[in-house]
Every structure is written in C-alpha cells, then in structure tokens.
Nanobody, 115 residues
Framework: QVQLVESGGGLVQAGGSLRLSCATS????????MGWYRQAPGKQRELVAT???????NYAYSVNGGFTISRDGAKNAMYLQMDSLKPDDTAVYSC?????????WGQGAQVTVSS
C-alpha cells in the first residue's frame, strides 16, 4: 500500500505561481512512477505530468514549459511547480503512484486561478 497526501493548493491570480506537494508513505520502495492529474468542473480527468523512478519526465502539451514535476527521495515527496498559471488551469489536482501494478491516489488539492 502507498499513501499519498497533497498540499499547496489555493487561489492565485493569472500569471502567478503555485507549488503542489505530494507526501508519500507506505511501500515507497515499490513505486515505479508517479504523476499529477487534474480534473476541472464538467471535464474528464487529464494527465498533467509524470516522473519515473529513474527521473524521466513527461508533460501534457497544455502545460509543457509552464509546469515542472520533480521528486525528492530523501523527503519521500513529489512536487509540481506551476508557473504562468491561467484560469484554464483551475482544477482539482491529484497525485498518483504506480506500485506493484496498482495505481494509488491522493485526495486531491483545489487550484483556482482567477482572471
């Protein structure tokens, strides 16, 4: 089992920045990849960014260049640095972890970008 807890969401003006954190616990050694997803009201959940245990990253086209995903093994945490935020980035952001062929989820963090 892997437990994930997000923090760092909130309200920000367009053009501003936020950093989301995802604290991990449990069977951390079995995690092969982690990622951030988001779901805006009335829309399907979409993948934002992923990072493997080897540090390889991948981004959705819509956030490429504005968001940065990273991990800190010493702190058992993953981050999403979000810069140049737009109102379209408003959503609930959730972190996920792939471990032993199972996908684990955090509870989600609200990010609201005002125009």
């Amino acid at each position: 089992q892997v437990q994930l807890v997000e923090s760092g969401g909130g309200l920000v003006q367009a053009g501003g920045s936020l950093r989301l954190s995802c604290a991990t616990s449990g069977s951390i050694f079995s995690i092969s990849a982690m990622g951030w997803y988001r779901q805006a009201p009335g829309k399907q959940r979409e993948l934002v960014a992923t990072i493997t245990s080897g540090g390889n990253t991948n981004y959705a086209y819509s956030v490429n260049g504005g968001f940065t995903i990273s991990r800190d093994g010493a702190k058992n945490a993953m981050y999403l640095q979000m810069d140049s935020l737009k109102p379209d980035d408003t959503a609930v952001y959730s972190c996920s972890a792939l471990a032993d062929s199972r996908l684990f989820w955090g509870q989600g963090a609200q990010v609201t970008v005002s125009s």
